[in-house]
């Protein structure tokens, strides 16, 4: 028989999942599957459906004899009955019997004699058949099977799978459990002498489905010195080569990426190398090259394959696993157990050991199939064994490992490998997973005219053996376009303008508020073109420009006109979005793949309170005693308000495509007014207080007449006129206070100096009566004093879409990326002051008399004029709460890799302290000389200020919640100054003229702290 090319058939399963386009049969975990030889089984049954006639023919004789034998006893029968000579006696065979016996016994033999004839012949023929078909059957007693890996398109069997017998014609087999995933084996029948042609003309692929994909666990492990692997159980120095040995589940051939991270935060993998050193003046010893990090990505790549673990010296893997022998080995040669994992190797780099950190917990997170897995198996690595370690240039280079294809498609040899999209921060291959069906979605976020994303999409296109080649249908020059995009609805409209000579204005104006409270703005609409820049029939990249065309058409919300860009308010489901649709045709690939791009609005909601300060005497410079007879006596001091009342703010605003700005304070303000309206009493009161509309003035007031700005001068003449009076009587305490003095000074007698100082204490009283009287606090001090903040509450909420760059599932996509922070500036805060003037007043009757009469002669002068001389003490406790939430990651503050991830703590806590020496004359003058106000005013002093400040952020590790305590020192400043200014008006208040003259110096007596002072974490509850 002559040799020839054989073709593998599927024949059990009956209901197989077969391709017969790619010759890929499908088979589920466990089950069996029977494999033939179409020729054989076509040649064999031709010869086979031969016999079979014959057979069938031989049993036609038979039943046609049966049939005439009955015809020639009805005939006999008849004629029997008809009589005459049928009837007559005749000798036959030595009885007597009729005519009509003798003609039927002849028939019979005859026809029977016939009928053994043509059985012989047949038999003949059946001989012959048989003969055929063992000599057939002979002709493929030398077939032998090709049976082993498919890793790749370029696999090619190289020969017969000894296991399977010479001579086999059908094949029922079971992938192995290690097999199970998407990886293909490849069988072929071929004619002993002959090398199998790896065609699919010949023979087929099986695989798995892979439904029940998994990473079971991993293990670390380290060299000896003879480079045989070890578990690793102790701390790792920097440096060391390590494998990390991932098993896993129905995964054969598929592509995993490998995240490691250190308290929640990623370890780069970095490639070293010697960079050239550029100096402006070189030095002898300045070296010419550095060893550096050249390149930086976030993750390790690897692939699931099977690997042998016959040696005993190679890595055992744990019971449980998925282990089997390998498909395609010797058949004198004992099963050679292989087990499914990947396998990563990896150097420990010292650029993972962060200042100041004995050791560090690295931990493998598994990304697979659109899924990723943290898993608990930690290496613990000793950053202090070596601090000047090297790795090799290319240690941890991550390299794309695809040795095993699992997508029957990827066979096919016009097609594209890779479909690599670009928007300038992230790259995502859509082909990244081999397991999946292609993703066909990119999603990113832009604006219209400022913000626009560079797209550039990059394929590895070959199409040289494409299967329509010199058709209309040739995939050369067509495997890659841009067939829609958002900017094609402009250009129509721009060409019907054209056609029809009309204009049309790019300037949107909007129109906000009601019919009365109406406000304008203007826009600017996209009125441009797609900006490509590559050009039609390049199969292998696409470069052009993408943008978000926001709609400026107006818009109202509950029948009221609000900005446009309220439509996009709402970013979650539903927000509109704009599409460039890209369609790529090969065998291989057939995708349209829609680049989407969402606004790129942020919205801002900030809400404040505004709280009270309070302040009381400590310690005060009252020499005289609150007798009962006394008709001023000070009272005892009382917490009282100072500053501000309590307030509550609010705003709201957008800004999009980074130059546009929306604030809605103004009209939201505007609803809760009208709102608050028809509450009555408790919404004016609300606007008042809250809203601080006390003060506003409204266009529907009555305005003054001529007898109220009368009535208005008198009261203001009046005020003057108590002021001088008040003047004259602070003028007067004065005289006597110096006068007091002078006695006191000129005093011989103990009772000259007792009546000396009753006096001073006396006019200290009258002082602090007028003080009340006259509302002149400037004339009394305090030696000590404190004031406290209560606290003061900040809200921000911002809500935004964001690309995703956390490599995962999720990293061809957007995501609402909501963010808020709580805020106490500050919970709490206290100032203590110590008054030097007023101490010296305490301790000495000659210094109350003398700082007395400089007071008030400063009141006289001016309101506002006032010498200082104190020391204050301020210390303010505060903090921060703050979140955040990705609605599509789900990555959020309450995850510490989250927050480590996104450098985002929990909360933080604040303090400062300060202290201020201060000296100081301010001076405030004001003064009428005809119809002419002159007013001047001064400031002359000097300031001494140090501040400390420290914070602690509260957070949480692998060990525990802990605080990360630090503070920083301000330095010491000395400032001085010298300012003067002076006006001239009319009496209406009209400008005459002005001069100025400012003058300081500062003086950094006490550097600054150049870094922080950083303590140790401190751990709230510590787990070993």
Known sequence: ??????????????????????????????????????????????????????????????????????????????????????????????????????????????????????????????????????????????????????????????????????????????????????????????????????????????????????????????????????????????????????????????????????????????????????????????????????????????????????????????????????????????????????????????????????????????????????????????????????????????????????????????????????????????????????????????????????????????????????????????????IDYPEKEVENDAKKEEESSLSREHKVKVQIGDKTNVSHEQLVAFSGKLEKYTADGDDKQLKFKARYIYNYAPINLAGYPVHPIFRYFWLGNGVPTNTYTVKTNTCRYQQNVAIKTYPDVAWSLKLSYTNTTVERELWSNQRYANTRAARFQREPQKWIAAGDGKSIGISLGAKWDKDNKFDATADITKQIRAFTDKLGAIGRFVNSVFLGQENRTNSSDRQPSADDREALENVARQREQTEQRENRELAQTRRHMDDARRRLDNATTDSQKRSARRDIENLQRKMDSQSAEFKRGGITRSVASISIQWPQIEAQFEWSLENIDQVGPYHNQVGVVLQGVLELTPLIGITATLDFLALAQRAHPVALAVIAAADITMAIMGDGSKITCELSATGTFGGKIQGFLNTKTRENSFNKDDRNANDKQVAELKCDLEFKLKIAIDLAISTRKLFVKVTVSGEFGADATAKWTGKAPIDADDFGWYLAPEMTFEGLEVKGYANISAKAETGGGTPMGSVESNNEFTWQAIDAWKEPKKWDKMYLCKSE
């Open 1 to 482: 028989m002559e040799q020839k090319t054989l073709t593998a058939v599927v024949l059990k399963p009956e209901n197989a999942d077969f391709d017969e386009q790619y010759r890929a049969l499908t088979t589920q975990e466990g089950q069996g599957f029977t494999i033939g030889i179409k020729e054989y089984i076509e040649g064999k049954k031709e010869i086979d459906d031969k016999i079979v006639n014959l057979e069938n023919e031989k049993r036609n004789i038979d039943i046609e004899l049966q049939n005439e034998e009955k015809r020639l006893y009805e005939q006999a029968q008849q004629r029997f009955k008809e009589g005459g000579k049928w009837i007559e006696a005749e000798t036959h065979n030595g009885e007597r019997v009729s005519h009509a016996q003798v003609s039927l016994d002849e028939n019979v033999r005859l026809a029977r004699n016939r009928a053994e004839r043509l059985k012989r012949a047949k038999d003949g023929q059946l001989d012959a058949l048989k003969n055929e078909l063992k000599e057939f059957d002979k002709g493929y007693a030398s077939v032998a099977w090709a049976w082993t890996l498919a890793h790749t398109r370029s696999s090619k069997p190289n020969g017969r799978n000894e296991k399977i017998d010479i001579g086999t014609k059908e094949v029922s087999l079971v992938l192995g459990k290690h097999l199970y995933g998407g990886g293909f084996a490849w069988i072929e029948p071929f004619f002993d002498g002959v090398l199998p042609t790896g065609s699919t003309k010949s023979g087929l692929y099986i695989h798995t489905a892979g439904n029940s994909m998994q990473i079971i666990t991993a293990e670390w492990y380290g060299f000896d010195k003879d480079q045989n692997p070890v578990k690793i159980d102790k701390p790792v120095a920097p440096g060391s080569k390590v494998q990390l040995h991932i098993y896993t589940k129905s995964m054969y051939g598929h592509n995993i990426r490998v995240e490691l991270k250190s308290n929640g935060k990623a370890l780069k993998a970095n490639t070293y190398g010697d960079v050239i050193q550029v100096y402006g003046k070189k030095g002898p010893n300045q070296p010419a090259t550095k060893y550096e990090i050249t390149d930086s990505k976030d993750l390790f790549l690897t692939e699931v394959e099977i690997h042998d673990y016959s040696d005993p010296k190679s890595v055992q893997p744990p019971s449980g696993m998925q282990t089997g022998t390998m498909v395609g080995i010797d058949g004198d040669e004992p099963s050679i157990p292989n087990v499914q994992k990947a396998l990563l190797n990896l150097y420990i780099d010292p650029a993972w050991c962060a200042v100041q950190q004995a050791q560090i917990l690295i931990k493998p997170t598994i990304h697979f199939s659109n899924q990723k897995q943290d898993l608990d198996v930690g290496l613990m690595v000793n950053c202090r064994a070596a601090v000047d370690v090297k790795i090799p240039d290319t240690g941890n280079m991550p390299v794309f490992v695809d040795n095993i294809e699992t997508n029957i498609q990827s066979f096919h040899p016009c097609g594209y490998s890779k479909f690599e999209i670009n928007d300038g921060s992230r790259t995502v291959d859509l082909l990244g997973e081999k397991s999946l069906p292609p993703l066909n979605l990119f999603e990113l976020v832009a604006g219209s005219e400022s913000n626009t994303q560079d797209i550039t999409i990059d394929l590895d296109t070959n199409t040289t053996e494409c299967s329509f080649d010199g058709t209309e249908n040739d995939h050369e020059k067509h495997a890659l376009s841009l």
